[in-house]
């Protein structure tokens, strides 16, 4: 089954639940499942020389990886977990790993990493600080993982040159990464190195800046970034959010493979908590080979797919192609307050020149109140239609039901996903209703609307 269909609901087990299968006359069914998988436990008041179970847990996950085989889960119990530096697992080139994974599941059989019911165990790295060293939190070197619920906080920068600290770094194939959040350190949240076929699903990244490197400039902390060689195909990103990170929310410069991004929202990037300005502060940055010679060049030079997503109020653009070659694809995104809500810069493809953007496909795209709504667009070597910036109607406040950015850091919904709430959604009345073309996503009424949230009428 592919790991972007709809993923099963992971519940710790349950005594009564197996009592109950045992009375239902399939005893024989139950011990087939507790033979082939077997449950790992973590506590933060564990201790790695015990066996793993729920009354004598391990202490780390590191040793909950050695016990755990194809098909097992790790249940993390809730709480702090105070990471120090004598927990670092392995150190490469100029890298520490704190938590290194390199054990793979198997396609019918992943090795799940999942917080405890519902708990919530926390990772504090603010004490690592291994000097002369860039820190990773979590390198996952390994396939067929999933991990869900955990928290990184407090990812430390030790170097003052050009650098950056990671908190989850992936290099393995078709891993899933859920309802993770990283925030408030110095590193980067969610890094795609290497690797085919991973899924990001429901993650939030936010209140990271690197105050040490680069004269405190802290011009290299993304939400969420994605920087794979030629061949990790068919990565997604999904339902993820990206805030008040110092740089970019989420950023694909350099990238020889294209990215899925849906579902997803950035805003605020660019900017501490009082707004004073740090980085760049696109809230997606889509491309990016400015510098790069015609024969550095990928080829082919990948094209990205965004589509039904969100940027509000980022320091720079909301959508920026940052140089890229080729085009993109920016299909039913919305766009509100950010410095150019759509910037479609490219660059020459014989030379570093910048030009005008060529080879776009542009399609219901929604901005509003951008500062600049569109910029560096050459439109007749794009393919554009159903756009906001095409429409004779100008939009006004009185086409939305709510502009309230306060809702974009709600809590997510209990299944993960982002909340539920009004910000850039349509009125009944919007000029922006059915004013879309058909591109294959699903929608209601005559004709697609405009924007990343389809118009649906109250019941």
């Not at 003052?160 to 992936?170: A, E, K, L, R, V």
């Not at 970034?225 to 110092?246: E, I, K, M, T, Y």
């Not at 299909?331 to 410095?339: D, I, K, M, P």
């Amino acid at each position: 089954m592919s790991l972007f269909m709809t993923l099963p609901r992971i519940h710790p087990p349950s005594a009564s639940a197996a009592k109950a299968a045992i009375f239902a006359g399939v005893l024989g069914l139950a011990i087939a499942s507790t033979l082939s998988a077997k449950d790992l436990h973590v506590s933060n008041s564990g201790n790695d020389e015990n066996p793993g179970t729920l009354a004598m847990p391990f202490a780390t996950v590191q040793r909950a990886e050695k016990a755990a085989d194809a098909g097992d889960t790790v249940w993390i119990r809730g709480g702090r977990y105070q990471m120090n530096p004598k927990q670092i697992a392995r150190i490469q080139r100029n890298q520490a790993h704190v938590v290194f994974l390199s054990k793979s599941g198997s396609p019918d059989k992943p090795i799940r990493y999942c917080a405890y019911a519902d708990e919530k165990p926390e990772f504090d790295f603010s004490e690592v600080k291994p000097p002369g060293l860039r820190v990773t939190a979590f390198h996952i070197a390994g396939s067929w993982l999933h991990f869900k619920g955990i928290s990184v906080t407090g990812v430390q920068v030790t170097l003052t040159g050009h650098t950056q600290s990671i908190c989850f770094d992936n290099e393995g194939d078709h891993n899933v990464y859920e309802q993770l959040q990283m925030h408030d350190g110095q590193a980067i949240g969610f890094w795609l190195g290497r690797g085919s076929r991973n899924l990001v699903l429901n993650c939030d990244a936010y209140r990271n800046h690197d105050f040490t490197s680069e004269n405190r400039k802290g011009g290299n902390v993304d939400g969420f970034g994605f920087h794979v060689p030629s061949g990790s195909v068919g990565n997604v990103f999904r339902g993820c959010r990206a805030w008040l990170n110092s740089d970019d929310g989420f950023d694909l410069i350099t990238t020889a493979e294209p990215l899925l991004i849906e579902n997803c929202w950035s805003f605020y990037n660019g900017f501490d908590a009082s707004f004073k300005a740090l980085g760049d502060g696109n809230g997606f940055k889509l491309g990016g080979y400015g510098s790069r010679t015609a024969a550095e060049l990928p080829t082919p030079i990948p094209r990205h797919t965004i589509r039904q997503s969100l940027a509000a109020r980022n320091r720079a653009a909301g959508f920026y192609a940052n140089h890229q070659l080729g085009g993109i694809d920016l299909l039913n995104n919305s766009a509100y307050l950010n410095g150019v809500n759509f910037n479609l810069l490219c660059r020459d493809a014989t030379n570093t020149t910048d030009v005008p953007g060529y080879g776009h496909k542009l399609k219901n795209n929604l901005g509003y109140k951008g500062y600049k709504e569109v910029s560096n667009l050459n439109a007749v070597a794009c393919d554009l239609s159903g756009n906001s910036f095409e429409l004779k109607q100008q939009l006004t406040d009185k086409d939305f039901a709510g502009l309230d950015e306060a809702d974009l850091v709600q809590p997510r919904q209990a299944n993960g996903d982002l909340p539920a709430v009004t910000f850039m959604k349509l009125k009944a009345a919007s000029h922006a209703i059915d004013q879309g073309v058909d591109i294959g996503l699903p929608f209601k009424g005559k004709a697609p609307d405009l924007g990343a949230f389809e118009f649906a009428a109250a019941k």
